[in-house]
């Protein structure tokens, strides 16, 4: 019995590891702009989020396809060693991109709004 019960409680604390929750980050100062003579275009990122890796990296990786976004118009395929993934936005409407970011199983999403 006693066998029994200290496999149990062993299964349990050796059990599959869950994900770590996502986690939320400030965009706070994610405005980039870029000025080009009278005319102004700027991108924002916003929704920010990171599961298993730090706010900063996820600022990081958000800030550089903001800024190649601005620059280039197309999102980067890779950003800070992330593999990065987004959505087209529709013609015809706001330039909104929906952004992930990969790196094994860190993950970062946000979305970057502009630069159209």
């Known amino acids: 019995m006693r066998i029994v019960l200290a496999l149990l409680v062993a299964g349990l604390l050796l059990g ?5 929750a996502a986690t939320s980050c400030s ?3 994610m405005r980039y702009e ?15 989020r990171a599961r298993g890796a730090g706010c900063a990296t996820a ?5 550089t396809v903001a800024k190649a976004i601005l620059r280039t118009n197309r999102v980067p395929a890779r950003a ?25 199983r860190r993950i970062v999403t ?7």
Do not use: D, E, M
């Open 80 to 104: 800070a060693t992330y593999r990065i993934l987004a959505n087209k936005p529709c013609a015809g409407c706001a330039p909104v991109w929906i952004v992930r970011g990969t790196k094994g």
């Open 16 to 20: 599959p590891a869950s994900a770590p």
């Open 27 to 29: 965009t706070k100062g």
């Open 34 to 48: 870029r000025k080009s003579g009278s005319s102004t275009q700027s991108t924002k990122v916003s929704r920010l």
């Open 59 to 63: 600022r990081r990786v958000a800030a």
């Open 110 to 116: 946000f979305q970057v709004a502009g630069g159209a």
